[in-house]
């Protein structure tokens, strides 16, 4: 939900000009946590997400494989 939200508000910014302390953008941010922490589980799901990047790259995996290999685990969190 909260990688959801991430992309949601990431698309108003881009595509609509928001800002990320517009009413649209705390409105889906609220949706998941409170709205002044939203950034920040953003940030930090990105630094995760870069350091498995770099890790992945380290061990010779290609950019789809990593890509797949995230895919599946996002899919098999929220699946439970």
Do not use: W
Not at 5 to 28: C, D, F, P, Q, T
Not at 37 to 48: L, M, S, T, W
């Amino acid at each position: 939900m909260l990688l959801s939200a991430i992309y949601e508000a990431r698309s108003k910014i881009v595509h609509e000009g928001l800002g990320i302390m517009e009413k649209a953008i705390l409105k889906i941010a609220g949706n998941v946590c409170p709205a002044l922490h939203f950034v920040n589980f953003a940030e930090e799901i990105v630094r995760q997400i870069l350091r498995e990047y770099l890790s992945r790259l380290g061990q010779g995996k290609t950019v789809s494989e990593i890509n797949r290999d995230l895919d599946t685990l996002i899919i098999n969190s929220v699946a439970g």
